[in-house]
């Protein structure tokens, strides 16, 4: 056999090798962790399996690709958004994702996101509570901030307090008259991940009408890291 024929022959092998292993590289199992392969929690009634992508190849979603978006708005979101309020990773929130969906009525998922986002995809389990709901700068009423405490976030709002009432209250800087937070849920909250600032407002939103920090988790990966690490995700 000529040179030729043996270059041929061994770079044939080769090819049928990297084809091999890459063959058997897709069919490896991705787990969420050494001992969780995947968690069952419901969305809007349903149930959902929050999962890893199983093909090895898989690459990020475009619309999380981008390294440079523009600061301001995007800007880097700091590790810790104030005292007690604990920062946490992908396996918390599935795991309060896991407590939520077994009937634990203290926890709810919370996307900080507009509803533009949101319809691409959120984590399963997640209740959509914009940051524009909690910002008076962006528009958020009184009447509207009082109904998302009371209706979502377990928040007893005193009899006979009015608007101007719980106005003046937050800019006293003392709410305690105004909103009973021992029933407040605990909430965890994400928006699209370190450089999104739309949980970060609504997190400081929140502080500023009296919420208990320790009821407060912030996911600062949020859907950029969810996304990169192949996790399910709904509409």
Known sequence: MNLAKILTALVATAMLSITATTASAKGKPVGITADM?????????KEVKIERAQDNSATVDPAFAKTSRPCP???????????????IGEVEVINYAKKM?????????????????????TI???TNVSWVELTPKKGATTEGIMK???????????KGMDEVDV??????G?????????GAKTLVMFCNGMWCGQSPASIKALRKFGYPADKIK??????????????TTVK
């Open 37 to 45: 392969a995947s968690v069952t929690v419901k969305h809007n009634g």
């Open 73 to 87: 708005p995007f800007c880097i979101q700091p590790m810790s958004l104030g005292k007690d309020i604990e920062t």
């Open 101 to 121: 969906s077994d009937g634990d009525k203290s926890i709810l998922v919370v996307d900080s996101r507009t509803p533009d986002w949101v319809a691409k995809g």
């Open 124 to 126: 399963p389990s997640a």
């Open 148 to 158: 998302v405490m009371s209706d979502k976030f377990g928040v007893k709002v005193a």
């Open 167 to 172: 106005d003046e209250a937050i800019a006293a």
């Open 174 to 182: 003392d709410t305690s008259k105004v909103f009973d937070f021992s």
């Open 218 to 231: 912030y996911y600062r990966g949020g859907m950029q890291d969810w996304k990169i690490l192949g996790l």
